[in-house]
């Protein structure tokens, strides 16, 4: 708060501490108190600190999602064609998962091979997801 120009009264914590905690912004001339009434129960003296202690204990973990198992999404099909919000999802996607392959690849040459093989694998599955539809349409008719 000080680092956005408010002045603080009271916000030492022990026995001649103040009750509250103040807030004044910059060019104003009252303090506004800290308490459930004035600015709600995230403001007190008690939650402020509990929030501080507890930012000390986590530290900001940000749970990453494993890309390793993904493949490229092939935005050639028609529905990504209609549908610029579907397009821009599987840009972030395969971004994410050839930001991931280069990070875990120790030299270009080993990354040109991985995406080779992962271009090659939805190619592939793409035929079998096509062969196994055209053999069960197929099969209804005889």
């Known amino acids: 708060m000080q680092a956005k ?5 009271g916000e030492t914590f022990g026995e001649d501490a103040l009750k509250f905690i ?13 308490s459930i009434k004035s600015l709600g129960k995230e ?12 930012k ?4 900001a973990v940000i749970p990453k999602r494993d890309y390793a198992d993904k493949r490229l999404i092939d935005t050639s ?13 599987a840009a972030v996607e395969n971004l994410k998962i050839a930001a991931q392959a280069y990070n875990e690849a120790g030299s270009i040459k080993e ?3 991985k995406i080779s093989a992962t271009a ?3 190619k592939e599955a793409k035929f079998l997801y096509y ?8 099969t209804v008719f005889l």
Request: net charge positive; charged share 45%.
């Open 22 to 34: 103040s807030f004044r912004p910059l060019g104003k001339e009252r303090f506004v108190r800290g």
């Open 111 to 113: 990354l040109e091979q």
């Open 77 to 89: 099909d028609e529905k990504f064609q209609n549908s610029p919000g579907l397009q821009r999802w």
């Open 120 to 122: 090659a694998t939805g």
């Open 43 to 54: 403001y007190t003296k008690e939650r402020i600190k509990e929030r501080i202690e507890l």
């Open 56 to 59: 000390r204990e986590r530290k």
């Open 5 to 9: 120009g408010y002045e603080i009264k």
């Open 131 to 138: 062969l196994r539809k055209n053999i069960a349409d197929k």
